[in-house]
């Protein structure tokens, strides 16, 4: 008879030694991730070059709605994960996010404003429903103990690697052969193609009962004479133009100088007031419990501030690093610059075995550095990759363009940093957070990702070029962007300076956690 904790159910059809579904589920997630991600290589360049073309501050203009847009697709989650876990189930949820990001890559194939605004808005809403399901999805089809379940993470996570790698490279060419709408058409078709994979699974009955509604009584209750399972769906699709209208309204409410809030535009204020009642109820929460999960508890909220200034500092890969590659960088003809977006997800599929690999070494050493010096670690590797970007002014030729090595080594160093952090938080996250208050927890930790892109944001509009030239870089915009990056370089190696120094105090805080 097997131990629990090494359990291998095979209830479920089986292919190679996991859950056939897995399978599906990976090119389910490949494809909807190359359909987000191939359109995030193109957003910000469409945007200067097309949607605010007008303007001479475009790269501002760009940079709120970019912040705007990554702040609500990923607080989307939240709430799109609750409305699945209550009511709809993972199936449905997958299928109505799945078909609203579908339909917002189509519409962004319109060469419409406002049809613009409403397309990111139908990605923001479907965003919510398909992301945190197909996730939880994998975790469902293994049961507790399952010494595969963490395998089976790892191949769902290649795929979605795999798709971010693929995509702005597809995208990207088809973007600057044929024009932007065929990029994005491009990945509305890989949306579908996702759908697709996920819909012969479930005819093929791959995924066994998992995914179901949890109340069949709940999801056909009606609301004002319609059935949830309908009314849900309506609703959803009745937000997408207040959404739109949300992140059309992208200038700013407030000046520099408005006391303790600053410049910050509709979504901005949405998020500090979300912040605050945060702050407050975790501060209650910490007030509530006893000492040993008060330090737990304070931990986790600094992993997850930790981590929320490294997503802020990555994120910029989409928008100003995006720019920097089209105005500065001497691509020659290597690949466009929305192409370069592939290349973090390229060095992800490369160096992620190998650093789990050397975790696991450590470990059997017993010497696998605790949390804390991961983090600090990772924090001073993302100092190191700007810093790169900053001293690449000093190989600038008479016009201005850097060469192509400096960006391929940052986004080396930046991506490990990125398996120092990321893989290691969100676990960490459920071990420290007192039981009653997990899934508040990791609702907030997805949410960092949301307020990272306000940290874009911030940083976008000081690094923002203002020109009436439509084609202004080279010598122009070389100095704004290397000294801005020499700044985001001093920032992220004080912070990694200052996790190093107090990892000992916080090794004591995590107590008996690793």
Not at 85 to 90: C, P
Not at 419 to 426: A, H, K, N, Q, Y
């Amino acid at each position: 008879m097997l131990d629990k904790g090494v359990s291998t159910t095979t209830e479920d059809p089986q292919l190679f030694g996991h859950p056939k579904g897995l399978f599906y589920l990976f090119f389910a997630e490949m494809w909807e991730r190359f359909s987000f991600y191939g359109m995030r290589a193109l957003l910000t360049l469409y945007m200067v070059e097309e949607i605010f073309k007008s303007l001479s501050n475009r790269d501002y203009a760009t940079a709120a709605v970019y912040a705007s847009y990554g702040s609500l697709v990923y607080a989307s989650t939240v709430i799109g994960g609750q409305i699945s876990d209550k009511i709809l189930g993972m199936r449905s949820s997958i299928f109505l996010g799945g078909i609203l990001m579908a339909i917002g890559h189509f519409v962004l194939a319109v060469e419409n404003d406002i049809a613009f605004f409403l397309a990111l808005a139908f990605i923001i809403v479907g965003n919510g429903f398909f992301k945190p399901n197909i996730s939880t999805f994998v975790g469902a089809l293994y049961k507790d103990g399952d010494v595969r379940k963490d395998s089976g993470f790892t191949i769902f996570y290649m795929g979605i690697n795999i798709g971010g790698w693929i995509a702005p490279l597809l995208c990207g060419w088809l973007a600057v052969k044929y024009g932007y709408h065929y990029g994005f058409g491009l990945a509305g078709i890989g949306m579908m193609a996702g759908l697709i994979f996920f819909w012969s699974g479930i005819k093929k009955n791959v995924f066994g009962d998992k995914g179901m509604p949890p109340s069949k009584e709940l999801y056909e209750k009606k609301m004002v004479g319609i059935p949830q399972k309908t009314f849900i769906p309506i609703v959803a699709t009745l937000c997408v133009p207040l959404i739109a209208f949300i992140l059309a309204s992208y200038k700013s409410i407030t000046s520099e100088d408005t006391f303790l809030i600053g410049e910050k535009n509709l979504v901005g204020l949405i998020f500090l007031a979300i912040g605050i009642a945060i702050a407050i109820y975790l501060i209650k929460i910490l007030a509530g419990v006893d000492l040993e999960q008060r330090k737990k508890l304070f931990m986790a909220i600094l992993i997850t501030f930790f981590m929320t200034l490294f997503w802020g500092f990555h994120e910029l890969s989409g928008s100003v690093i995006t720019l920097f590659a089209s105005r500065n960088v001497a691509l020659d003809g290597i690949m466009t610059a929305s192409q370069t977006n592939s290349l973090n997800s390229m060095f992800i599929i490369i160096l992620a075995i190998p650093i789990s690999l050397l975790w696991a070494y450590l470990s059997k050493k017993n010497i696998n550095p605790r949390t804390p010096y991961k983090f600090g670690f990772g924090l001073i590797l993302a100092g190191i990759s700007f810093y790169i970007l900053a001293m690449s002014k000093g190989n600038a030729d008479e016009n201005g363009m850097v060469p192509f090595a400096y960006l391929l080594v940052m986004y080396l160093i930046l991506s490990i940093g990125e398996l120092f952090m990321s893989p290691v938080g969100l676990s960490k996250i459920t071990d420290l957070s007192p039981k009653k208050i997990i899934a508040f927890m990791m609702g907030i930790w997805f949410l960092s990702s949301a307020y990272a892109f306000q940290i874009v944001g911030f940083i976008s509009k000081q690094l923002a070029v203002e020109s009436t030239d439509a084609n202004v870089g080279g010598l122009d915009t070389l100095a704004i962007y290397t000294d801005g990056f020499e700044l985001i370089a001093m920032y992220a190696l004080g912070a990694g300076a200052i996790v190093i120094v107090l990892s000992p105090l916080m090794k004591k805080l995590m107590g008996n956690v690793h």
